[in-house]
């Protein structure tokens, strides 16, 4: 925990406006999965957080959702940032976690170790927050499912070797199974857990 | 890869953030949207966790509003946690958008955000319903949200929570087949007209309530976003864009819904949703579309029906398309012929 408050980042410009906006990018991005939507945070976040996963973290995290931060993510700029703005415990465990934001998804634990829900209430299942490094120019994959009219090729780049083949895990748990949130710079796209996901060739 | 939607997913975030603070409209005296900011990102939250598990009933904790139940307390939260400075908002009733209850819900917005309303279902961004769903086909982006009095599907077969969610988490939903069926043995056909249950993305089962069954073809791979609130029962639910709706049916007996011999008096409909209504004190009846803004739309396109003279002025007076809630008696009407057909 840094003892600097000059190292602590500002969140929204206005935290209602802010929140409200930034919401609805996500409300569209969990509705239309794959589609890319910008948030708007200019003023400033900390490293290694993108604007996007800051944003994110100030729209839907609090005093009830448990956060989990990967190894690169969790900086004591961070830490002050998301005790002052958000206020979300940031736990060790990650399998008590609501929430994880992941700065290095290369070498991020496996999707099954993060909460699925239960059968009861899939509901309370975890939310990742997986910041790569391009929501495009990756290897292509393409995605069906709720929110598809037809199909939709996306190529995000820097995600976990074995990304996919955990993915299609993860969406047999259905109606459990974790949701994830990509983001890149001040863009992010969402794959809830219904989207099947075909790689190419 | 389907461009349109790739383009209109993105349009909405490329305008800059909107400045609630100084908005002149927005009544200073509340937070924006009425609700408070911790209350707004729960139900967030679980609208997200909503739309990541297609008509799955999402508990939440809902708060007290400035209007009775029965106003529509869920749908309002709902509105209240995703409308901003840039939204549109319609508030349709039985399909009207001067109904009291409509009315009020709309000054009720106007005063705590100031956000500018509509009638027209097409200009508007958000549109909160009780009832219907808009004639109008919706689009990508356009959020519809659903005022829901009774979310639970298998509360008429099996009171308990703990044993409805098990129902739903196994999806044993076997006795309501059975319940349609019986419906089928006795009369003939199944009987219920209003909040007719769908199974969404061939898993869930879902109340559609209260609307008319006319009403559920066109929730299924609907474009817009479909959210649903009910305030007493503390539960968020969703349909996501482009989802599979089925209601429940039989081999035998195929899902139908309601047609009618008559077209509507003022438009000539014959494809709508018709309101039966008097429209004079000789107790004359006559059909009417019960989306107002549709039918309003028909005749400005120059569609005519049969009422004529003094019988088609009252008939269009009841489409109105002011604040003053002169549509109440009909709304009253509708809903007592509702509450007899069930
Ligand atoms: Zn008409």
Redesign the pocket.
Known sequence: MTDNPNDLKPGFADPIAGSQDAFRGLLAAMSYPGSIHRVHLPEGHPAPLSAATAAVLLTLTDGETPLWLDEQADQGAVRAYVAFHSGAPVVDDLATARFAAIAAPRTMPALDRFAPGDPAYPDRSATLILQIEDLEGGETVTLTGPGIETTRTVAPKGLPADFWAQWDRNRMLFPCGVDVILTTGDSLMALPRTVHAEQEG | MNAETQNSARDHTNNPAPDHTNDPAHDPGYNFAYLDEQTKRMIRRGLLKALAIPGYQVPFGSREMPLPYGWGTGGIQVTASVIGADDTLKVIDQGADDTTNAVSIRKFFRRVTGVKTTEKTAEATVIQTRHRIPEAPLREGQILVYQVPIPEPLRWLERRESESRKMHAYAEYGAMHVQLYESIARFGRITTTYDYPVKVADRYLMSPSPTPKFDNPKMHMNPAIQLFGAGREKRLYAVPPYTRVESLAFEDHPFEVQEWDDA?A????DK?FLDEVVVDDAGTRMF??SDSD??RD?RAAGHR?GAEGAAAEALAAMTGGTDDGSNKDRAEDWAKDREAAQ
Do not use: E, V
């Open positions: 509507c003022l438009c000539g409909d709508s009417m579309c549709h039918c028909r029906g």
